[in-house]
């Protein structure tokens, strides 16, 4: 199986910052890879696949790098709405394992 | 609109099993997989398995196989999926979610459904 790594496992951040947060996949995965938010009793809501697709109604502040191994996640210019823990997964190969998880609260 | 509506939640003893249910609306249903996810309390989540809305067929992670079983009923647009051998460990919140057509990642979840397994 494809193991996936996320840091850091958690962040404190203001309103207006700039949040970048790395996914690394123990092999090859190309840009098979997607990013989910989830919000604490709700289901995960994609917003980027292949890498660096932005999911349509996904804000533009949003944005997806990376290939092979490594990938980030960048929010440009964090918004109250975006406190909530991000996972990437790799849709390369199955299972199609997740990350542990990155949690951005407020700072 | 495209919408997941998952079944309730369920209590069983361990050694148990439990059939979740999974009904799809708004779009073809047998033009898409429906993956199965699950997240067990305050941890993340955890990819268990694939399924062919379309021909049936299913790829399970390896941690369930032989536990798992995924299936579909076409006439009522509905996927289930039935975990055997409850114990604590799968005391969870485990989701339906449908594969994008672009690629494979899940644009729609269901609700979620917590299935808890305790004497």
């Known amino acids: 199986d494809i193991q996936m790594t996320q840091s850091p496992s958690s962040l404190s951040a203001s309103v207006g910052d700039r949040v970048t947060i790395t996914c690394r996949a123990s092999?090859?995965?190309?840009?098979?890879l997607n990013w989910y938010q989830q919000k604490p009793g709700k289901a995960p809501n994609v917003l980027i696949y292949?890498?660096?697709s932005l999911q349509t109604g996904v804000p533009s502040r949003f944005s997806g790098s990376g290939s092979g191994t490594e990938f980030t996640l960048t929010i440009s210019s964090l918004q109250p709405e975006d406190f909530a823990t991000y996972y990437c997964?790799?849709?390369?190969?199955?299972?199609?394992?997740f990350g542990p998880g990155t949690k951005v609260d407020i700072k | 609109q495209v919408q997941l509506v998952q079944s309730g939640a369920e209590v069983k003893k361990p050694g148990a099993s439990v059939k979740i249910s999974c009904k799809a609306s708004?779009?073809?249903?047998?033009?898409?997989?429906v993956h199965w996810v699950r997240q067990a309390p305050g941890q993340g989540l955890e990819w268990m398995g694939i399924?062919?809305?379309?021909?049936?067929?299913?790829s399970y992670a390896q941690k369930f196989q032989g536990r798992v079983t995924m299936t579909r009923d076409t006439s009522t647009s509905t996927v289930y999926m039935e975990l055997s051998s409850l114990t604590s460990e799968d005391t969870a919140v485990y989701y339906c979610?449908?594969?994008?057509?672009?690629?494979?990642?899940?644009?729609?979840w269901g609700q979620g459904t917590l299935v808890s397994v305790s004497s």
């Open positions: 979610a449908r594969e994008a057509p672009r690629g494979s990642y899940s644009d729609y």
């Open positions: 708004g779009y073809t249903f047998t033009s898409y997989y």
């Open positions: 292949a890498a660096s």
């Open positions: 997964q790799q849709s390369y190969s199955t299972p199609f394992t």
């Open positions: 092999q090859n995965i190309s840009s098979y």
């Open positions: 399924s062919n809305a379309s021909g049936g067929s299913t």
